[in-house]
């Protein structure tokens, strides 16, 4: 992601305002009450989730796509990135959507809201719940971050909040969690059996001293953290949490303990916020999931936390000409008991499928099981 330079943009959105907090919770009832409770599948005991990372959107058919092989550049456009959407959708039946950022390439966007309501066209149209958070680029065009994230909780099917509504000062826009409900009719049905998070990882540093990417703030940490409470109170229920830009904690990777790819560098913020820590420490967070740098595609462990990026998936973002546009599931599992009544998460599954002719998968790996957790505990090294 070092491709685009900061010195221009940090001017752009140091527009900060906090001003606006807490005028959500209206519409965050109206917006859920169209759309139903999350809830594992019945048949299946599945819940399935299909992450979206860096469409870059801008105008449609009228956007050439970037790095395609020169026998592509003709007959390639956004319609490309809607139509990888759709056979998503079909191959994989997601039961929520989850855009991890850069949804829009707002420099070339002419107009926000149109591009916004284009490229989020595919998963409206599928009435499939869906869930976005924002990333460094979605407010270079006609909107701010806060005008843009309250366009995409305006919009149908979604499960998307501006804000937590009973949270008084939070930095940035779109930090929510959703809960997934235990199958109709089991022991579980009233109960979250699966928590997502979702948070603002920010778009550049306003902090004068400090250059590069944003990172989240002590105040979305602590209404993570709260939250993660709250909900283990409830039920040990395992979380995943969704945002933009990777942690630093992602650098730790090589090919020896990843998988997947790293084709450039780890762009994270030039400090590290801790947020690591901070899920570490929750407990329930079992694996991040993130975009922002196109060509890395790789899950690795840490300290019990899977660390995934989904890898590029539109196709007005850079890439590499001849390596495919991607996109990441999850499918999590559930436990069957013995009088086949379902019962709580048992294990946490993913994969990539590449936008070729057969959207090949690749690159499947459990991220958790309930069974190889708990007892596991590895000692820390101790270098004296
Ligand atoms: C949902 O809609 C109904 C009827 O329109 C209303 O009475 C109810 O308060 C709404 N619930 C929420 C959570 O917004
Ligand atoms: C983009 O879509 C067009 C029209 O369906 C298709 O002919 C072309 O092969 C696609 N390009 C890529 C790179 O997928
Ligand atoms: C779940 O809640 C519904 C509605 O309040 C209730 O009818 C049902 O008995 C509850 N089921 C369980 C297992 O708690
Ligand atoms: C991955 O392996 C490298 C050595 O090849 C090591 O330096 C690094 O600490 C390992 N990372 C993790 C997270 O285990």
Redesign the pocket.
Known sequence: MARFTFTVIVVLCSVSSFVMVNTQGIRRSSNRNDTKQLRFDKKKGEFRILQVADMHYADGKKTPCEDVLPNQVAHCTDLNTSAFINRMIQAEKPDLIVFTGDNIFGFDAEDAAASMNAAFAPAIASKIPWAAVLGNHDQESTLSREGVMNHIVGMKHTLSELNPYDVDVIDGFGNYNLEVYGVEGSNLMNKSILNLYFLDSGDYSTVPSIPGYGWIKPSQQFWFQQTSKKLQKISKAPGLAYFHIPLPEYA???S??FTGVRQEGISSASVNSGFFTTLVGAGDVKAVFTGHDHINDFC???TGIHLCYAGGFGYHAYGKAGWSRRARMVVVSLEKGALGEWGAVKSIKTWKRLDDESLTAIDGQVLWSQHSSGSRRKKPIHRG
């Open positions: 730790y990777f090589d020896s303990n690795g462990k840490l």
